[in-house]
């Protein structure tokens, strides 16, 4: 389960974030048998270059997560390459 928003300050820059979050309990006949959580969340200012046409970005960004999967709590860096086209 996860969702992303994003909000635009100016018709290139946008600040967004987004979560993801997901739980795994092995069944029989696997090794382990304790259940995985996994939460995922990020922030990131992106830049929205035009791209081909008026209605197309191509889309970097970066910033801050936080990665947590089950007991283990870790600070990383998010990163994101893309091409967005408006509707």
Do not use: K
Request: aromatic share 10%; glycine share 10%; no cysteine.
């Amino acid at each position: 389960l996860g969702g992303r928003l994003g909000v635009f300050f100016t018709p290139r820059w946008q600040v967004e974030a987004d979560i993801e979050s997901f739980s795994l309990s092995p069944e029989a006949p696997r090794v382990g048998t304790a259940s995985v959580t996994n939460r995922v969340i990020a922030a990131r200012l992106n830049y929205n270059a035009p791209f081909l046409t008026d209605r197309t970005r191509f889309i970097v960004g970066l910033g801050p997560a936080q990665v947590d999967v089950s007991e283990v709590n870790e600070l990383g860096v998010s990163g994101l390459v893309g091409i967005r086209h408006f509707v």
